[in-house]
C-alpha cells in the first residue's frame, strides 16, 4: 500500500544517493518493500548524521520523530502524518558489546548497487546477519535462512564455504544456522578478537560505552540547553519559535522556554513592585538603558542574579533536563557580559566573564545578527552605533567561548529565515562542538553531503 511511510523512504533513499551510506540486512528487492514491523538500517558516515536527520526532521509527510543517539547508533521512530511509522537506525559502526565485528571500511568496501540502491555483496550480509546474532546468543532469524535458501546450489555453497573459510566454523546448511551454539560463537568470537580494531584497549573502551549507553539508554545527545542571544531586532524571537516548532511537533519534545536566566530567584524590583509587574518592566526595558553607576550597587546587583545562575542551574537540571525536556534560553547569562546595563549593571567584561566558568554551559548557543539597517527597520530603538558595537562584542565573545569550551557557539547573520533556521538545525542534530562562529550563510542551495565541510551551507533537502 502506497502511503506517507512508502513515500519517505523512497524519498529518503533518494536523499542518500548524495552521500556514502550502505543499507543493510536487505532481504527484500527494495527499501520500501520492507515489512512494516521491521527497521530500516543504514550505514552512514558520522558526519553526514546531522544532515540526515535534518532531512527527517524537514520531510513534509513526518509527523513526530523520537530520536535516541547512544554509542555509535542514532535510532528513530518515526510517526508519518496518515499514521503509518518506521523505524530507522542511522549507524556509524557496527558494534556489538566490545566487539566492532565488522569495520566501516570493510562494509564500504564491499558495497554494490542493486535497483538503483546501495547495499552490499550476499556474502557481507551472510557474515553480518550471522555475527550480530549469534553475539546477542541468538540463532540466524528465518527470513535470512529463507533468503539463502532460495537461491542457486552453487551459490548457497559459495557463501557456506566463504563463511566457514573465514571463521572456522562447520555450517552445512543455513537451517542449521537457525540454531544458537556456544561452540559456534566462541569461534566467532575468536576470530574477532584477531582483528586489529578488538585490541584489548579498544575492547574494554567499547565495553564501557555499552554498559553506559545500557543505564542511560533513554538520554539522547542532543542538546538540552539551547539559548539564542542578539540584540533586540535582530529576529531572535520569530527564530526561537520556530525551533520550538520543530522540536515540538516533529520531534516530539517538550520544550521550556526561559527569559534570560534560571529565574529561581525573583527580579530585584520584584521586591517593590511585585513580581508580575517587574517582569513586564523588564521585558519593556530598552538595551542599554541602565543608569547605574555606582560600581558597589552594581557588583551587589550582579551578584544576586549570578546567584540564581549557580541555584537555579541545578534546579533546572532536576526540574527539566533529567526528565528529557529541552530547555530554550531568551537570552542568557552573555548578556551580563555585553549588555549588564540592560539589567542596570555597570561592571566591565571581565568579572562576569571569568565566572562563566562557574555556569552551566549549554549545548548549543546561537547569536542572532542583521546589518543595523535591517535592524533599524524591524525596531528603531537602538542606534547604530550601539547595534554596530554589541554585534562586534557578541561575535568576539561567542568566538573566545567557542574555543574554551565545548558546545556549539554560533553566530549567524539572519536575512534568511529558513536559512537561519536550516544552519541552527543541522548543528542541533551534529555531535561536533568544535565549530564555533560561522560567516553569513549563503543563499545558494548545496548538495547536503557538504554540511560539515561548510557549515554555513544552506540546506533545503525536502
Known amino acids: 500500500m502506497f502511503n506517507n511511510r512508502t513515500q519517505f523512504i ?9 552521500i556514502e551510506y550502505c543499507w543493510l540486512k536487505a532481504v527484500v528487492p527494495m527499501p520500501e518493500d520492507t515489512p512494516l514491523l521491521s527497521d530500516i538500517d543504514i550505514l552512514v558516515r558520522a558526519n553526514d548524521i546531522p544532515a540526515t536527520l535534518l532531512f527527517v526532521a524537514k520531510h513534509p509527510s513526518v509527523n513526530c520523530c523520537q530520536t535516541t543517539q547512544k554509542n555509535e547508533a542514532t535510532y528513530l521512530q518515526i510517526s508519518f502524518n496518515d499514521g503509518s511509522d518506521l523505524k530507522l537506525d542511522l549507524l556509524t559502526a557496527l558494534v556489538r558489546k566490545q566487539y566492532e565485528y565488522l569495520p566501516e571500511a570493510y562494509v564500504f568496501s564491499n558495497r554494490i548497487w542493486k535497483n538503483g540502491v546501495a547495499t552490499y555483496t550476499p556474502q557481507l550480509l551472510l557474515e553480518h546477519a550471522l555475527l550480530f546474532n549469534f553475539l546477542n ?58 582483528q586489529a580494531q578488538n585490541a584489548p584497549l579498544r575492547r574494554l ?12 539508554s533513554t538520554k539522547t545527545s542532543l542538546p538540552s540547553i539551547i539559548t539564542f542571544s542578539g540584540v533586540d531586532g535582530a529576529g531572535k524571537t520569530t527564530l526561537l519559535n520556530d525551533l520550538r516548532t520543530v522540536l ?54 550582579f551578584s544576586y542574579y549570578f546567584a540564581d545562575f549557580l541555584i537555579g542551574q541545578g534546579y533546572i537540571w532536576l526540574r527539566h533536563t533529567l526528565p528529557g ?53 524591524r ?84
Open 10 to 18: 523512497k524519498d529518503l533513499f533518494g536523499w542518500l544517493s548524495t
Open 205 to 216: 573502551r567499547r565495553g564501557g560505552g555499552f554498559a553506559m549507553g545500557r543505564i542511560f
Open 325 to 377: 525536556r529541552t530547555v530554550i534560553y531568551d537570552r542568557y547569562y552573555f548578556d551580563f557580559i555585553v549588555d549588564a546595563k540592560r539589567t542596570n549593571i555597570s561592571l566591565g567584561e571581565a568579572l562576569p566573564k571569568w565566572l562563566y566558568r562557574f555556569v552551566a554551559k549549554p549545548g548549543l548557543n546561537v547569536f542572532l545578527h542583521a546589518s543595523p539597517d535591517v535592524i533599524r527597520q
Open 248 to 301: 515540538t511537533e516533529k520531534l516530539g519534545k517538550e520544550v521550556v522556554v526561559l527569559r534570560h536566566r534560571p529565574s529561581l530567584l525573583p527580579i530585584l524590583s520584584a521586591y517593590k513592585h511585585g513580581r508580575q509587574e517587574a517582569e513586564a518592566r523588564s521585558i519593556a526595558r530598552l538595551p542599554r538603558q541602565g543608569n547605574n553607576d555606582s560600581t558597589l550597587s552594581s557588583l551587589l546587583r
Open 379 to 462: 525596531k528603531q530603538e537602538m542606534p547604530t552605533g550601539d547595534i554596530v558595537e554589541m554585534t562586534a562584542r557578541y561575535r568576539a565573545l561567542f568566538e573566545e567561548l567557542g574555543s574554551q569550551y565545548s558546545g556549539h557557539y554560533l553566530s549567524i547573520e539572519n536575512h534568511d529565515r529558513r536559512a537561519t533556521l536550516d544552519i541552527i538545525l543541522t548543528h542541533y542534530f551534529s555531535k561536533n562542538s568544535q565549530i564555533t562562529v560561522h560567516q553569513p550563510p549563503s543563499t545558494e542551495t548545496r548538495p547536503p553531503s557538504t554540511v560539515n565541510r561548510n557549515p554555513s551551507t544552506v540546506l533545503h533537502p525536502c
Open 137 to 194: 546468543n541468538a540463532g540466524l532469524p528465518s527470513k535470512y535462512v529463507q533468503h539463502f535458501e532460495a537461491k542457486t546450489e552453487a551459490e548457497q555453497a559459495s557463501l557456506l564455504a566463504f563463511l566457514n573459510g573465514k571463521y572456522g566454523t562447520a555450517f552445512r546448511s543455513f537451517r542449521q544456522m537457525a540454531h544458537f551454539s556456544i561452540s559456534c560463537q566462541q569461534k566467532l568470537e575468536t576470530q574477532l578478537l584477531r
